[in-house]
C-alpha cells in the first residue's frame, strides 16, 4: 500500500485563501481587467497591423496587470513597493542630515524664549504705564 503524503506549509501566515480556479481574489480582479483591456486592444490592433504584432502588442498591454497580480516580495505587493521606490527616488531629499534634539539646548532655547517673552511684557507693561501717566497728566490740565 503507497502512502500518500500531503505537504503542509511551514508558515501558515503564506497560505492565502483561493476564491475560484485556485486563484486568489486579487489575482482574479487582475487577470479579469488584462483580459478586458487586452483582448480589444489585440482586435484593434488586428485591424492595422498583423497578426503577430496584434499579439505582442496585447501581452505588451497585459503584463503591468499581471505582475500586479503575482509579484510579491517580502509580504508586500508590487505597487507597494514602487510606493517606496517613487518616494525614495523622487519625493523625499537624498541626504538627510542626523540631527539631535540635545537637553541642554532645548533648555536654552527655553530659556531665551522665556526671556524674549518678559522683555515684550516689560515693554507693554512700560507702554501702558507711560499712557497713564499721560492720562492722568491731561486729567490734571
Excluded at 511551514?10 to 481574489?25: A, E, H, Q
Excluded at 486579487?26 to 498583423?50: D, N
Amino acid at each position: 500500500m503507497a502512502a500518500s503524503y500531503i505537504s503542509v506549509p511551514r508558515d501558515l501566515t503564506k497560505v492565502k485563501s483561493k476564491v475560484m480556479f485556485n486563484l486568489t481574489k486579487r489575482q482574479l480582479i487582475c487577470f479579469s481587467v488584462a483580459a478586458l483591456i487586452g483582448v480589444p486592444s489585440f482586435f484593434l490592433v488586428k485591424s492595422v497591423a498583423s497578426l503577430s504584432m496584434a499579439a505582442l502588442c496585447m501581452i505588451i498591454i497585459m503584463m503591468p496587470f499581471f505582475f500586479f497580480a503575482l509579484y510579491e516580495k517580502n509580504g508586500q505587493h508590487l505597487e507597494v513597493i514602487l510606493k517606496h521606490f517613487i518616494e525614495t527616488s523622487f519625493i523625499r531629499p537624498k541626504q538627510r542630515p542626523y540631527k539631535t534634539n540635545n537637553y541642554y539646548s532645548a533648555l536654552e532655547r527655553q530659556a531665551d524664549a522665556e526671556k524674549k517673552i518678559k522683555a515684550i511684557v516689560d515693554n507693554r507693561m512700560l507702554e501702558k504705564s507711560i499712557k497713564e501717566e499721560r492720562k492722568e497728566r491731561r486729567k490734571d490740565k
